[in-house]
């Protein structure tokens, strides 16, 4: 079947400092690999994507590399600011068409 | 803006209550999904449609649930005799195509609050 995995939170950094999530998912064939965010208070918004095998995606800072050999698509950013403060959550779209998330990490930034 | 739309934002309803949520998904959207998200958890998938034809509704909890999507536009997905673990946010997307390649345009959801 299909499912993700992601870091239990809450994570509390320092600004500036370094930032890894990480996700991990099962799933039968070739899905595309999503990192979406939700600010407080707001909806789901794309953060980035990766669609095939070693594809890399990035957006405001924030990478992740769909590595199908360890199952893996980790968020970092190397300085995280208060602005970054919100919940992630990691995602998979397959043929069936439906996503699949995993159950969210809350990060806050302390300035 | 052009993005998804939700309505009620917010929706208390006494238990056996019937409600009804809205979504008006990003125009010219094939793919149209509901998702339910408890507090502190990450979306759970509920249904799916392709213009208006239900593909997929293996998540709806119980027969109560019922979704549809007529002119393969707007969606409604209606709970019936609500019952307090109904109690959850209920986010609509809707996604430009039918590959598996392209994002889903979130709503900013309907809170539900079965009291």
């Known amino acids: 079947g299909n499912s993700v995995t992601q870091m239990e939170g809450p994570v509390t950094l320092s600004e500036e400092a370094f930032l890894t999530i990480n996700c991990t998912y099962t799933a039968t064939g070739y899905p595309s690999l999503f990192w979406y965010v939700q600010y407080p208070g707001e909806g789901l918004q794309l953060l980035l994507k990766?669609?095939?095998?070693?594809d890399k995606g990035s957006n405001k800072g924030f990478e992740a590399t769909y590595r199908k050999e360890t199952t893996s698509f980790h968020l970092e950013k190397g300085s995280v600011q208060v602005s970054d403060s919100a919940v992630y959550f990691c995602?998979?779209?397959?043929?069936?068409?439906?996503?699949?998330f995993g159950t969210g990490t809350s990060l806050t930034v302390i300035p | 803006g052009a993005g998804v739309s939700q309505s009620p934002r917010y929706k208390v309803a006494k238990r056996g209550q019937d409600v009804a949520l809205r979504c008006d998904p990003i125009?010219?959207?094939?793919?149209l999904f509901w998702y339910q998200q408890a507090l502190g958890q990450g979306p759970e998938f509920l249904t799916y449609f392709q213009n208006e034809a239900q593909l997929d509704k293996s998540g709806l909890p119980s027969d109560r649930f019922f979704a549809e999507r007529p002119e393969g536009s707007v969606s409604t997905l209606k709970i019936q005799r609500t019952q307090q673990e109904d109690s959850a946010v209920y986010l609509c997307?809707?996604?430009?195509?039918?590959?598996?390649?392209?994002?889903?345009?979130f709503g900013q959801g309907t809170r539900l609050t079965v009291v």
């Open positions: 997307a809707s996604s430009p195509d039918l590959t598996g390649n392209t994002e889903a345009f």
């Open positions: 125009s010219g959207h094939v793919s």
């Open positions: 995602a998979l779209r397959n043929t069936g068409n439906q996503f699949y």
């Open positions: 990766a669609t095939k095998a070693d």
